[in-house]
C-alpha cells in the first residue's frame, strides 16, 4: 500500500476539503478534475493551507484515452470518486447528460481499476437513494428505491455497479457514503462552497442573502409536518464529511466486500433553525419570505451515524453553529468567488 489516492473531482467542494484532509492524514491526493463545476485556483488554496500542492491532471474521467494516463502515470491503491453533475434540478432537464457523465465516469473509472489492478473505490453516494423515507433516522438497510430525480437515479445506479463489480471481482473493495447535507467551510475561509448562479442549495442562498448578493430568501413551504412546518435535513459540516474519507480509506486494510455508511449527523434541523442558528451565529438578519413548496421536496430526512461510528470510527463533531460561522467567513472572504 503506498500513500497516493486517486481523487476525482478533486477541486470541488467536498473533493477540495477531503484533499485537505489527506494531505494532513499524510497521503498524497492525485487529483483529477475537468473543471465543469470548480477552478484551478483551489488548488493554489489547497497549498495555501497544506503547504502542499497536489498533483492535477485536467482530464474529463469519461474520455478513457485521457483518463488511462493518469493510471499509466502514477501508482495509487485507491481511489476517491467524486467527480459528478449534482444538481437535482438540472438533472430533471437534462437526463441524458446526467447519465452520461456520471454513469459513465464511474464506468470508465471501473474499467481502468481493473486493467491496472488498483483495488479500493470509495463512491461519493448520497442521501437522496432513500427517497422519501418511511421513518427517520434513516439505516443504512433501509430499501434503496427510486429516486425522486435523474440525478438521484444515477447514485442508485451506480452503486449497483459497483456492487456487481466487487462481486464480480472479489479482490476489489467498494465503500458506498451516502452523505446528508455538507454545509460549511475550512476554517481558513479559503476553500469552501461556491455554486454557479443563483444557488439551489439553502446555505450558501443564505449567505448570498447576508452579503447582499441576494434579496432575501425563500422559504419552500412551511405546511410540513414539522417541528415548524419547514423542511428538516441533516446538515453536516463539510470538513467533518471529508475527515470521513479518511476514516473510511483505512476500511481497506479489511477484508471487506462492498459496504455502505450514512456520513451523517444522526439530527434533523429545520430551514427556519438554520435561519436562526446563522443570524445568531453571525449577529446578521436574514429576510426570508414563506412561499409554496418546491417540487420534488421531501419534508425531513436524516441519517443514522450509529454504523459509521462503530465500523469506522468516525462521527460528526462540529456543530449547526461552526456550519453557519464557517460558511459565512469564506463567504465574506470571496465576495467574488474563488479568483
Ligand atoms: P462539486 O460540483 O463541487 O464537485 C464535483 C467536481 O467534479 C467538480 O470539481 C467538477 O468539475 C468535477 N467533475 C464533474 N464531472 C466530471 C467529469 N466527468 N470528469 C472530471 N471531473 C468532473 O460537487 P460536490 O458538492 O463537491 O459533490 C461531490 C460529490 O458528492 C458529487 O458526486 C455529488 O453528487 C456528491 N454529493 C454531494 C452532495 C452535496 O450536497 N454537495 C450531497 C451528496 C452527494
Ligand atoms: C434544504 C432545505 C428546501 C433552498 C439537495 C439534493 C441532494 C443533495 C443535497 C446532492 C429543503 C429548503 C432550500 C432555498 C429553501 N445534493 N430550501 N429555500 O434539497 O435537501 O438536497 O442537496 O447529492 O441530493 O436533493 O438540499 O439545500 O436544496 O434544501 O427553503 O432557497 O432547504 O426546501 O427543505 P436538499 P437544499
Known amino acids: 500500500m503506498n500513500n497516493k489516492v486517486l481523487v476525482t473531482g478533486g477541486t470541488g467542494y467536498i473533493g477540495s476539503h477531503s484533499v485537505v484532509e489527506l494531505i494532513n492524514a499524510g497521503y498524497e491526493p492525485i487529483i483529477v478534475d475537468n473543471l465543469c463545476n470548480s477552478k484551478i485556483q483551489v488548488l493554489d488554496r489547497i497549498e495555501k493551507i497544506t503547504g502542499k500542492r497536489p498533483t492535477f491532471y485536467k482530464i474529463d474521467c469519461t474520455n478513457e484515452e485521457e483518463f488511462e494516463k493518469v493510471f499509466v502515470n502514477e501508482k495509487f491503491d485507491s481511489v476517491?470518486?467524486?467527480?459528478?453533475?449534482k444538481a437535482v434540478g438540472e438533472s430533471v432537464?437534462?437526463?441524458l447528460e446526467y447519465y452520461q457523465n456520471n454513469v459513465g465516469s464511474a464506468l470508465v473509472l471501473l474499467k481502468l481499476m481493473k486493467k491496472y489492478n488498483v483495488k479500493n473505490i470509495i463512491f461519493s453516494s448520497s442521501a437522496t437513494v432513500y427517497g422519501d423515507p418511511i421513518s427517520v433516522p434513516v439505516y443504512e438497510n433501509a430499501e434503496i428505491k427510486h429516486a425522486t430525480n435523474p440525478y438521484g437515479e444515477t447514485k442508485i445506479i451506480i452503486e449497483r455497479i459497483i456492487e456487481d463489480f466487487v462481486k464480480a471481482n472479489p479482490s476489489f473493495k467498494g465503500i458506498l457514503l451516502r452523505y446528508a447535507n455538507p454545509i460549511g467551510a475550512h476554517k481558513s475561509g479559503l476553500i469552501g462552497e461556491e455554486p454557479i448562479g443563483i444557488p439551489n442549495n439553502l446555505m450558501p442562498y443564505i449567505t448570498q442573502v447576508a452579503i447582499g448578493k441576494l434579496d432575501h430568501l425563500n422559504v419552500?413551504?412551511?405546511?410540513?409536518?414539522?417541528?415548524?412546518?419547514?423542511?428538516?435535513?441533516?446538515?453536516?459540516?463539510?470538513?467533518?464529511?471529508?475527515k470521513g474519507h479518511v476514516?473510511?480509506?483505512?476500511?481497506?486494510?479489511?477484508?471487506?466486500?462492498?459496504v455502505a455508511y450514512n456520513l451523517g449527523t444522526g439530527r434533523g434541523t429545520s430551514v427556519l433553525e438554520l435561519v436562526h442558528a446563522f443570524e445568531k451565529a453571525n449577529n446578521i438578519k436574514i429576510p426570508y419570505v414563506i412561499t409554496k413548496r418546491r417540487f420534488g421536496d421531501i419534508a425531513i430526512n436524516y441519517l443514522s451515524a450509529e454504523k459509521a461510528l462503530k465500523e469506522l470510527n468516525w462521527k460528526a463533531n462540529l456543530t449547526i453553529e461552526d456550519?453557519?460561522?464557517?460558511?459565512?467567513?469564506?463567504?465574506?472572504?470571496n465576495k467574488d468567488g474563488i479568483k
Do not use: M
Open 247 to 258: 476514516s473510511a480509506l483505512k476500511k481497506f486494510k479489511e477484508d471487506i466486500t462492498c
Open 220 to 242: 419552500f413551504g412551511n405546511d410540513y409536518n414539522t417541528i415548524d412546518g419547514t423542511g428538516v435535513r441533516d446538515y453536516i459540516h463539510v470538513v467533518d464529511l471529508a
Open 323 to 333: 456550519c453557519c460561522r464557517d460558511s459565512w467567513n469564506f463567504q465574506v472572504n
Open 80 to 85: 476517491i470518486h467524486f467527480a459528478g453533475l
Open 93 to 95: 432537464i437534462k437526463p
